[in-house]
């Protein structure tokens, strides 16, 4: 005997099947002395709605600390810094994270640091005075590379 039921177990809500898929997110994290930018640049990415801020450090040390736990898809690196600089760290993490991405963040843009950057690994190169302009574009360029490794 077959019995009628509110409940529907074949049917999905009209609102859930109407639903926009997940927007895929970035797992970023920032490394940067300065607390003030740190924050700043902290902030700015949690605006974009592809990135999820994950974790930042004051120093390369300290971020391979947190890198191990948690393994971005991005990190965001000042390039000069207190003991190692972005340069350095940046070969660290390309040797032992390939499939992860770096952009150099920096006060000092210049030709020589750009193309040094590019050596050690870093997808892209962003000047400090310049990142509210320029970021967003990387981001979503680096947002492509991510969906369609997927």
Do not use: W
Request: proline share 5%; with cysteine.
């Amino acid at each position: 005997m077959k019995r009628d039921s509110i409940f529907k177990g074949d049917e999905k809500p009209e609102e859930e099947s109407q639903m926009q898929p997940a927007v895929r997110q970035i797992r970023a994290m920032v490394i940067d002395d300065s607390p003030v930018f740190r924050h700043s640049l902290c902030s700015f990415l949690s605006d974009h709605e592809a990135v999820e801020v994950i974790g930042s450090a004051n120093s390369a040390q300290e971020a391979f600390r947190l890198i191990e736990k948690t393994t971005p898809d991005l990190v965001l690196i000042d390039l000069q810094m207190p003991g190692m600089n972005g340069l350095e760290a940046t070969v660290l993490l390309r040797r032992h994270y390939p499939e992860m991405r770096v952009i150099m963040v920096t006060m000092y843009d210049t030709p020589e640091l750009r193309e040094a950057s590019q050596d050690c690994g870093a997808l892209g190169f962003i000047s400090k005075g310049r990142l509210r302009q320029d970021l967003p574009a990387l981001l979503n360029e680096i947002l492509s590379l991510v969906e369609k490794e997927e």
